[in-house]
């Protein structure tokens, strides 16, 4: 039976809060839904009208966009690419198979670099050869007749600032293991950040040709880690190679491109281009160039670009050779000229109708964001993470764990995992010994994981990320008091704590009455800032008289939703009305502090 969806029409960015008032649902099973999906977010934030697509899309719900792209329900093969926000609104019938993108993971000095550039130069033809001195950040091989697109920053550190950014551009990870000195503690890392972003390894069992080689300790290393190899009767592509003798660079590329048959990435070339931007510079000559990975659809010299906040059609684009082309399709890296200003690498990029619809998308992405400006970042404290469990925001307790001793992480680790049985889940993403590190925390940024210490501390860089990234980091020295926090974060028993914090006081200086409204408090900003959506308190010869919301906030007749200090203007808090010249209105915003 034909059944009839209800068609809602989706701007560029919405809040969760609109979003189900859209679809007349309770926000909790949008943000469901948006768990599902593997995205964290809360009532206020906003998500672009891909991701809100998918939602509506599962939840019934036919949708428009306001550039009149008629989008229709997600398809499921997209789910395992890990494209699939990407992908969101695409027919499964458009798709086509596209290259995988590939990036190589694995401790310092294993031959990561070495690797890249050996894969990059065997593909040269005679003609090109020299030719290849771009570096935009990703290039693309051949193998049997199939391209591959390498990511050419290696690490996990690019990967992972990725991903806290919200792109997720990497289908394969190629595990670069050293065979003399087997896996280190970067090797462990990223593997964490592999198996955290869902991304499959094959594993490059690099030096192959050093006389201090030894394989299989490697191999046994890497089956206590959970990669078993597949000579060894696990599932784990082990692939020995020297970069050094060019030996065993084909079997890699063969082993990328079976796990890719597995991964099976697609795209729809027809749609309008999506993707990362990977970095952006200024060149002399060209002005600002973009390198950008194509995810979806094709791009097209004279496309309107957006990024964030800039935006310009393509005035001129490249090839990762550095030769000019007109279109690029999925998982092409490319250089573009054109955007009005710098993007970020890991912002995502996407096509617009005209210049003029970009104008609108930034314009209507600023007041958005003036309107939640105090909604927290990815983020999820403990003491928060129950309350988002209630909202049905969250699942699963992502922990990241890290002790002095191996001593003392193994009952953490132990008597955490009893904790594990009941709705919660608690998934332990990385335990490891040593200080808390800025790779700890952009893993948690990116998972949005909580990190808990035990006798070591963050280093000062840690400590910074984890202010930018909004990371809660919580140290400990008892171990039961750990536990005992996590235990009760997952009964809801961890009591958050609030406080208060003024942020702009006024004065009354003059009362109107007004028919059918009431009193309304004629005001001189002082200090700071007034907001709609704050709350303010009427303090009279240093008593308070009264705090409650705000009900109207007007600045010369118009409703604003901000007035600063310098300005007059007129407000009313809902059920109050006795204001006197020289009162002092102070108005402030609750916010949640750490335990
Ligand atoms: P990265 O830090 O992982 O990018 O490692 P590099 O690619 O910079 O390599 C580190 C060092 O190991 C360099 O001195 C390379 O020349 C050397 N190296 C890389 N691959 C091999 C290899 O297969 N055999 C030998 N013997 N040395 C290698």
Avoid: C
């Amino acid at each position: 039976m034909a059944e009839t969806k209800t068609l809602i029409e989706i701007p560029a960015f919405v809040t969760v809060r609109e979003l189900a008032t859209m679809m007349g649902v309770s926000p909790i099973n949008v943000i469901k839904e948006l768990m599902a999906n593997g995205i964290m977010a809360n009532i206020n934030q906003q998500i672009d009208f891909e991701t809100a697509a998918i939602v509506a899309g599962e939840m019934g719900y036919d949708v428009v966009a306001h550039e009149e792209v008629v989008v229709e329900a997600p398809v499921d093969e997209t789910e395992k690419t890990g494209w699939r926000k990407v992908l969101a609104g695409e027919r499964a019938g458009d798709l086509q198979p596209r290259p995988p993108v590939v990036t190589m993971l694995g401790h310092v000095d294993h031959g990561k670099t070495s690797l890249l550039d050996i894969i990059r130069k065997a593909n040269v033809t005679a003609g090109e050869a020299g030719g290849i001195t771009q570096h935009i950040g990703a290039y693309q091989t051949l193998k049997d007749g199939r391209l591959v697109t390498f990511l050419d920053t290696p690490g996990h550190e690019a990967f992972t600032a990725m991903r806290a950014r919200g792109a997720q551009a990497t289908d394969i990870a190629i595990l670069v293991v050293a065979a003399d000195d087997g896996v280190m503690p970067q090797t462990r890392e990223a593997v964490d950040h592999a198996r955290a972003a869902h991304v499959p390894i094959v594993v490059a069992l690099n030096k192959i040709d050093l006389p201090g080689a030894r394989p299989d300790r490697v191999k046994q290393q890497l089956s206590e880690m959970g990669l078993v190899p597949d000579d060894w009767d696990g599932d784990t592509m082990v692939i020995p190679v020297s970069a050094r003798e060019k030996l065993g660079i084909d079997d890699l590329l063969e082993a990328v491109l079976l796990v890719a048959e597995e991964a099976d990435p697609k795209a729809n070339p027809g749609a309008p281009a999506s993707g990362t931007v990977l970095e952006a510079k200024i060149e002399r000559g060209k002005g600002i160039m973009t390198t950008a990975l194509i995810q979806n659809g094709t791009l097209r010299l004279g496309d309107t670009m957006l990024v964030g906040e800039h935006y310009g059609r393509i005035k001129a684009m490249y090839d990762y050779t550095g030769k000019r082309i007109q279109t690029a399709a999925p998982s092409t890296p490319v250089s573009v000229s054109g955007l009005d200003g710098m993007p970020q690498a890991g912002e995502q990029f996407r096509v617009v109708d005209s210049e003029k619809t970009a104008r609108r998308i930034i314009d209507e992405a600023r007041e958005a964001a003036r309107e939640t400006p105090t909604s927290r970042g990815r983020g999820p404290t403990l003491d928060e993470f129950f309350a988002r469990l209630l909202e049905g925001e969250a699942k699963t307790l992502n922990l990241i764990v890290k002790a002095d001793v191996q001593g003392s992480l193994e009952p953490i680790v132990t008597s955490l995992e009893r904790l594990n049985g009941g709705e919660v889940e608690l998934d332990i993403l990385r335990s490891a010994t040593g200080p808390i590190t800025e790779s700890d925390v952009m893993l948690a940024s990116a998972s949005g994981a909580i990190i808990l210490g035990f006798n070591v501390d963050a280093d000062p860089i840690a400590r910074n990320a984890a202010a930018v990234e909004e990371v809660q980091i919580r140290t400990y020295s008892i171990i039961y008091k750990l536990i005992e926090d996590v235990e009760k974060a997952m009964k809801g028993m961890l009591a958050p704590t609030f406080e208060d914090v003024v942020i702009g006081r006024a004065e009354v200086r003059q009362v109107f009455k007004i028919r059918g409204v009431g009193n309304i408090a004629g005001s001189y900003m002082r200090t700071g800032e007034g907001r709609r959506n704050a709350k303010a308190r009427i303090v009279r010869n240093s008593r308070l008289l009264h705090s409650g919301t705000i009900s109207s906030l007007k600045h010369l007749q118009e409703n604003v939703r901000e007035v600063k200090a310098g300005f007059e203007f007129g407000v009313s808090l809902d059920g109050f009305e006795d204001y006197q010249p020289g009162d002092i209105i102070e108005f402030y915003v609750t916010q949640r502090v750490e335990a």
